[in-house]
């Protein structure tokens, strides 16, 4: 069997069995009744901080199942700022690894450079590198997150643009942004701080 030892075959056929079993759990969606119910619960309940209301938290719901999150990881990883829906970086990977067509692996993580490699059945398509010196000429060094978290910021800005530039359709072809690319302060772990928007415009690298 000439594409029995074919490592891309078996990265492919173990990724399709990925994304089959989050096809099923995401296709069993919930009425409009059920979702306004579990927004309300969900807001109610007092673990996310940055919902103050069911409508919010239905909104974020509808979003997150449009690019195939169920409703927790949509609560914590998708925001909608300026009208725009934002994933974090952390989702935007677990997206990428969960499409059967694409892969990525970190190549380099430090304080001053972050290099991830994207993959297409199996086969490397494309780097995406994030550099300090690329964080100073977009005037971000000067932003606390990035002071204190610099790695992740890192990692951040590599993952959303290697998103954009290799594996668009991982996200339906909608241009995906991290919060902190639309102006929204952020914690290490991408999560955004309540109240802290900026309001100049995003630099996002095409």
Not at 22 to 44: D, F, H, S
Not at 133 to 156: C, H, I, Q, V, Y
Not at 158 to 169: K, Q
Request: hydrophobic share 35%.
């Amino acid at each position: 069997d000439a594409g029995a030892g074919d490592p891309g075959t078996s990265h492919t056929n173990e990724k399709e069995t990925e994304m089959e079993t989050k096809a099923l759990t995401v296709r069993e969606e919930m009425t409009l009744k059920e979702t306004l119910t579990l927004g309300e619960t969900l807001a109610k309940s007092g673990f996310f901080s940055d919902t103050r209301d069911a409508a919010q938290a239905v909104v974020k719901i509808l979003a997150g199942r449009e690019l195939g999150f169920g409703p927790i990881a949509s609560m914590t990883g998708i925001n909608i700022i300026q009208g725009k829906v934002s994933v974090g970086a952390n989702l935007m990977g677990a997206s990428v690894k969960s499409d059967p067509r694409y892969d990525y692996r970190v190549m380099e993580l430090s304080d001053e450079r972050a290099e991830v490699a994207f993959y297409e059945g199996g086969q490397e398509i494309g780097h995406s590198v994030f550099t300090m010196e690329d964080a100073k000429a977009a005037g971000l060094t000067g932003k606390d997150n990035w002071r204190k978290f610099p790695r992740n910021m890192l990692f951040s800005r590599a993952m959303s643009n290697g998103v954009r530039w290799y594996c668009p359709d991982a996200f339906g072809g909608s241009p995906t942004y991290t919060p902190e690319e639309l102006g929204a302060e952020t914690d290490g772990e991408g999560n955004v701080i309540e109240g802290q928007f900026s309001d100049t415009a995003p630099h996002v690298e095409t």
